[in-house]
């Protein structure tokens, strides 16, 4: 009876050792939850959310006939882990499968489409499918329009990218019709004079600026504009996007005149580009006069506000020091730069290390396109060959170009000429050490001739 009594209190006893560990197995055993998946999505943490939504879509299969929906979900999740860290192919391969899980199980107008079938046309876009992109994202509209009414505001960034991947494929036309229900969304939910519009009219102007249409981008920054001076006035620190917008689209102009692309006066039906038979080329020192005055304006306005963000007031800094580079004015430009690189002590880690790319390198601002870099730029691949002319330089501390040299070429001696006579009169950010511009050596440049095969290249 002794002996009974001891190995039960042994057996006790080593159960009382054994339990925490068993707990502690047990625990580590369990995936993790969504909420750690969120938590390392909002720090940025792209790898480990990958893991994390491995380990859902694993502990997922285990469950798979009992709770498909929930493995669906588990591989949108690691989709969307995929598709931050710009892993396209295995966004797509985790999106498609959660699809296969779907479809067959509900109807069209179930929301728990939505994601995967965004999710799937976000990727294919990213990776250049722009045409397989778009049958995803029409689907995706569709069943949100369905399931939370047309005029829903969760489609904003759907119609965005819609209209993109159209206007990649040249369906101009139809693209444009979706930035057009873009502000009725806008309209249905705030109003047309709502202060909250000017973030979809910006939107609506970087997609014309995008697509070549000049004059309509301008038309839109300027009504982005007119809503945030008709509710707080002239200075808010809202106004300060569609101004930056503003003088960028004549900076963009000056780049399109070198393909002999125009900004027309009146618009024309649909978002055809404008593109003449001679070129009109810009003259760099002219950039108007109202981009100029937007971005002072634009400055004054950041300098005025305390709560001002620092990223956007450095931004700010560099695109007037650009502006003026352009124009050669280049004492004015190099006090802006100076004013820029200031503020980059006053940056956290994260952001401080954005902000220093931008003036740790040179960068191009302006150059001269050479005219045959112009050509054949629209016809088939199988009709042209490519030439090219790699050439070496120096960037200057004031943002000019010296001592110019052939690297390697296989184009036509003129070619050659012509790319080095561009070089020597392109213009740029210069790089800056320690608060100071100072000159890089050996900046490259790959100029790219497409030269008809059925035509003498001599």
């Given at each position: 009876m002794n002996l009974r009594f001891q190995v039960i209190?042994?057996?006790?006893?080593?159960?009382?050792?054994?339990?925490?560990?068993?707990?502690?197995?047990?625990?580590?055993?369990?995936?993790?939850?969504?909420?750690?998946?969120?938590?390392?999505?909002?720090?940025?943490?792209?790898?480990?959310?990958?893991?994390?939504?491995?380990?859902?879509?694993?502990?997922?299969?285990?469950?798979?006939?009992?709770?498909?929906?929930?493995?669906?979900?588990?591989?949108?999740?690691?989709?969307?882990?995929?598709?931050?860290?710009?892993?396209?192919?295995?966004?797509?391969?985790?999106?498609?499968?959660?699809?296969?899980?779907?479809?067959?199980?509900?109807?069209?107008?179930?929301?728990?489409?939505?994601?995967?079938?965004?999710?799937?046309?976000?990727?294919?876009?990213?990776?250049?499918?722009?045409?397989?992109?778009?049958?995803?994202?029409?689907?995706?509209?569709?069943?949100?329009?369905?399931?939370?009414?047309?005029?829903?505001?969760?489609?904003?960034?759907?119609?965005?990218?819609?209209?993109?991947?159209?206007?990649?494929?040249?369906?101009?036309?139809?693209?444009?019709?979706?930035?057009?229900?873009?502000?009725?969304?806008g309209e249905q939910a705030y109003g047309k004079r709502d202060p909250r519009m000017a973030d979809i009219y910006d939107t609506v102007g970087d997609f014309y600026l995008q697509f070549l249409h000049v004059g309509a981008a301008r038309a839109s920054y300027r009504k982005a504009l007119a809503v945030v001076e008709n509710k707080f006035g002239r200075h808010d620190l809202a106004t300060v996007p569609p101004l930056r917008a503003l003088a960028n689209s004549y900076r963009r102009e000056l780049y399109l005149s070198q393909f002999g692309i125009r900004v027309p006066v009146e618009r024309r039906p649909g978002l055809e580009p404008d593109v003449q038979t001679t070129p009109r080329t810009l003259n760099p020192r002219y950039l108007s006069d109202e981009g100029e005055r937007a971005l002072k304006r634009a400055l004054r306005t950041l300098e005025a506000?305390?709560?001002?963000?620092?990223?956007?007031?450095?931004?700010?800094?560099?695109?007037?020091?650009?502006?003026?580079?352009?124009?050669?004015?280049?004492?004015?430009?190099?006090?802006?730069?100076?004013?820029?690189?200031?503020?980059?002590?006053?940056?956290?880690?994260?952001?401080?290390?954005?902000?220093?790319?931008?003036?740790?390198?040179?960068?191009?601002?302006?150059?001269?396109?050479?005219?045959?870099?112009?050509?054949?730029?629209?016809?088939?691949?199988?009709?042209?060959?490519?030439?090219f002319v790699h050439v070496s330089f120096t960037v200057t501390s004031e943002g000019s170009v010296k001592e110019p040299r052939l690297v390697e070429a296989n184009a036509p001696e003129r070619y050659i000429e012509d790319t080095l006579n561009a070089v020597r009169s392109a213009r740029y950010r210069p790089k800056f050490s320690n608060g100071e511009p100072v000159t890089t050596y050996d900046v490259g440049l790959r100029q790219i001739f497409k030269v008809r095969k059925d035509q003498d290249s001599e």
């Open positions: 209190c042994f057996v006790a006893l080593l159960f009382a050792v054994l339990a925490p560990c068993a707990h502690s197995l047990e625990a580590s055993a369990q995936p993790p939850s969504e909420q750690e998946y969120w938590a390392q999505i909002e720090r940025k943490e792209w790898d480990q959310a990958i893991l994390t939504a491995e380990k859902l879509v694993e502990a997922a299969r285990m469950r798979a006939n009992q709770a498909p929906f929930e493995l669906a979900e588990a591989l949108t999740l690691l989709g969307a882990a995929h598709f931050a860290k710009n892993n396209w192919v295995s966004a797509q391969a985790a999106y498609s499968e959660a699809l296969q899980i779907l479809e067959p199980r509900l109807v069209g107008s179930q929301e728990r489409l939505i994601e995967p079938l965004r999710g799937m046309g976000y990727s294919l876009a990213q990776a250049g499918k722009h045409a397989e992109a778009i049958e995803y994202m029409e689907r995706a509209l569709l069943v949100s329009r369905r399931t939370h009414g047309l005029f829903n505001l969760e489609q904003q960034g759907l119609l965005r990218q819609l209209a993109n991947s159209l206007g990649s494929v040249g369906r101009y036309v139809e693209a444009e019709q979706q930035m057009h229900y873009l502000v009725r969304i506000h305390p709560t001002r963000s620092k990223s956007l007031l450095f931004d700010t800094l560099l695109d007037m020091g650009d502006w003026y580079m352009i124009k050669s004015e280049t004492n004015k430009a190099i006090d802006y730069y100076r004013r820029a690189a200031e503020l980059l002590n006053d940056f956290d880690n994260e952001s401080g290390v954005a902000a220093r790319a931008k003036l740790s390198f040179p960068v191009q601002l302006y150059y001269p396109v050479p005219s045959a870099a112009t050509r054949n730029l629209q016809r088939a691949p199988e009709e042209v060959e490519e030439r």
